[in-house]
Every structure is written in C-alpha cells, then in structure tokens.
C-alpha cells in the first residue's frame, strides 16, 4: 500500500472527509505518522489530524520531495515480487505468524522503517539514491549516505520485521548476547533473502566485506583477549555494532569493515546451525539459550 500516494491524491485531495478516510483505511498505521513521526498533537484526532496534515501535503519543500519520490519510485512491482518470495518462505518456517501489510510513506528523511501492529513502513525518501542532492546538506555521513539507496529496501524491511519478532529476547545485557542476536538476525535476512548480496545483507562494500572474511580469525582472538564477550557495558561495548566507516574500537585497526560485531555473531550463528542440523530457522530463532548456542557452535575460526 502507497500511502504517500493516497495522502498527495488529487483526486480526492479536495473532499471533505479526505483524511478521516486515510485514517480509516490505514489505522493504527496513520496514527502513528500523524502523531509520532508529523508530531501532530493527539487534540487533532478527532478531524483525521486534518489541519496539520494539510499544512504538510500543502508544503512546498514537501511537494518537491513527493515528486522526487515518485520519479525514483514510479512502481513497486520488483520490491512487490521480491517481498512475496520471502513471505512465502516466512510464512513456511513461521506457519502460524501472521504476514505483514506493507506500507510506503515519506517523512522528510525522520523514518526509514518502522513496525506498527501488523504493518511494516517503508520510508522511500530515506532510499533516494547516494548521490541525492539533500543527503549531504542533512549532515548525513558519507558511510550512511551510501546506503540510502533502494537496494536496501529489502533487506532493511525483512531486517524490520526481525526485530519486531525477536527483540524481545534481549534481556540478556551481554557482549555475547547482543553479538548473538545480531547474528540471528542477519541469518534471518539470508533465509528468506537468498538472493541478495552479503554486502546488502551487512552494510559494507565489497571491499569491507572481504576484510571481514579474510579477518575472522584476527577479531576472535581480540574478542577474547579482551575479555568483551561476558561484558554487561554497553557504554564499553556498542562500538562493535555501531555503524561507520570502520569499527571504532581499541586495538581494531581502521581499514576493518564496521559493526564488526554483528559479522562475528553471524559466523557463530551459521556454525551452530551447521552443527544442529535437523534445527529449523524457527528453533533457531525462538532459541535464546546465548551460552548454549555459542557452546555448540564449537567456533574456532582460525
């Protein structure tokens, strides 16, 4: 569902109850955009937040942007086709979970994903290519403007939807939970995105990427010299997982891939798996067994 489309319509732009009718069709979902991401006071509700979202659909800048998105974006129909094959293989490994409602929108670059009820939103002005001209005038840095590009809708989305699944399991306040967990995740991304590249998968370029393989062995060894993986600071310890144009981190050198975390947890999490092979991606995923999982994973990359 394009709901910027149906927000900008001019067909309908002029009726009365134009928006009383978005807020109708769209929920919860229109709530939350109204709300959390327009900043619209809850005391326009009543009116389908009328008078705000005028003065936004109204707004120059903002009607530039709709027609910039639509020039990028005039259909949908590949990400429509991508995001059916990895619902149906969702759907397979997670039977009883309910598929997600889709939903584009645009919010003046504040939101590129974000999960509402039984909706995914995918914020298509956050996917404009890297070389859009107002990416750098936003202070976006080079490393993030690299991403911001519509190969990442995907990835990004399945990513998404994840989150919204699992993130509950992070009690844990562990090094080695959070690293786990992330590895969960991206293993997640590569069962119902076959197709796609590591590179999408993980936020590098294909040179970060080869670092990260060809360094495996290196970033274990640190990890355990320095004592990171029984951490509870996160203070200490988010530099692994933080993106940017390298892992900021003590004794990791700066041409390695950032996130650096996040790759190792992935590689332990696809031992485990090669080790439990009548494991589903459901046992997988419902599992939060951190020492268990690390434990039979017997990683020992050289």
Not at 120 to 138: K, T
Not at 154 to 167: A, D, M, R
Not at 172 to 181: E, G, P, Q, S, T
Not at 186 to 215: C, T
Request: a negative charge; charged letters at 20%.
């Amino acid at each position: 569902m394009r709901f910027e489309q149906d927000l900008f319509d001019p067909n309908t732009l002029n009726n009365p109850n134009h928006y009383k009718n978005l807020q109708k069709k769209y929920g919860p979902f229109y709530q939350v955009f109204a709300q959390d991401m327009l900043n619209i006071s809850e005391e326009e509700q009543a009116y389908g937040f009328q008078p705000s979202m005028s003065k936004f659909v109204g707004f120059p800048a903002i009607k530039q942007l709709k027609f910039e998105v639509d020039s990028v974006f005039p259909q949908l129909t590949e990400l429509e086709t991508t995001l059916a094959k990895a619902m149906d293989i969702y759907k397979t490994e997670f039977p009883k979970t309910n598929i997600p409602c889709f939903v584009t929108f645009i919010s003046e670059f504040g939101y590129a994903q974000v999960n509402v009820d039984t909706v995914v939103g995918i914020g298509l002005d956050m996917y404009l290519g890297s070389n859009y001209a107002l990416y750098p005038a936003l202070e976006f840095p080079d490393f993030m403007a690299q991403k911001l590009r519509k190969e990442y809708i995907l990835p990004n989305t399945i990513k998404s939807i994840g989150i919204g699944q699992f993130e509950s399991q992070l009690i844990d306040k562990r090094f080695m939970a959070m690293m786990l967990f992330e590895g969960k995740l991206r293993y997640f991304m590569k069962e119902l995105l076959p197709q796609v590249h590591d590179s999408l998968i993980f936020g590098y370029s294909p040179i970060q990427l080869n670092w990260a393989q060809e360094n495996e062995g290196m970033v274990w060894k640190h990890l355990i010299e320095s004592k990171m993986l029984l951490s509870v600071n996160p203070s200490q310890y988010m530099r692994y997982f933080n993106d940017g144009p390298f892992t900021i981190a003590t004794g990791v050198p700066q041409e390695s891939a950032p996130a650096i975390g996040i790759y190792t947890g992935y590689k332990i999490i696809c031992k485990y798996m090669e080790n439990k092979q009548s494991a589903s991606l459901k046992d997988l995923m419902l599992n939060a067994n951190w020492d268990e999982i690390l434990r039979d994973s017997n990683y020992r990359p050289k």
